[in-house]
């Protein structure tokens, strides 16, 4: 069984930031895309970043262009996301997402993730 291990979350002063990262645990597994949502308190899930499998091309929500990067180690199967300037909006559990192998193109569209972890807090204070 393969999970998603997300990690590097926490509380943050508005201004600051912070570097979730997210890896793969059990059975040796390839994934496609891989991205990240976000969820806050008393809103829908919001496709934050994806990037595709070579790493070569990048999908942002609007709220988030200019102020997060996603990247990815593909030998490690380990994903990245630097978020800078961050605001209290951008306070949520961050999830991570990874497609299957064969899917290698990025997708802002939740049904299209096969994979998920369990999500971490990131709480930006004002």
């Known amino acids: 069984q393969v999970q998603l291990v997300e990690s590097g979350g926490g509380l943050v002063q508005a201004g600051g930031s912070l570097r979730l990262s997210c890896a793969a645990s059990g059975r040796a597994v390839s994934f496609g895309a891989m991205g990240w949502v976000r969820r806050a308190p008393g809103h829908e899930r919001e496709f934050v970043a994806a990037i595709s499998r070579n790493g070569g091309t990048a999908y942002y929500a609007d709220s988030v262009k200019g102020r997060f990067t996603i990247s990815r180690d593909t030998v490690n199967n380990t994903v990245f996301l630097q978020m800078n300037s961050l605001k209290p909006g951008d306070t949520a559990v961050y999830y991570c997402?990874?497609?299957?192998?064969?899917?290698?193109?990025?997708?802002?569209?939740?049904?299209?993730?096969?994979?998920w972890g369990q999500g971490t807090q990131v709480t930006v204070s004002s």
């Open positions: 997402a990874a497609r299957g192998s064969s899917y290698g193109s990025t997708s802002n569209f939740e049904w299209a993730y096969d994979y």
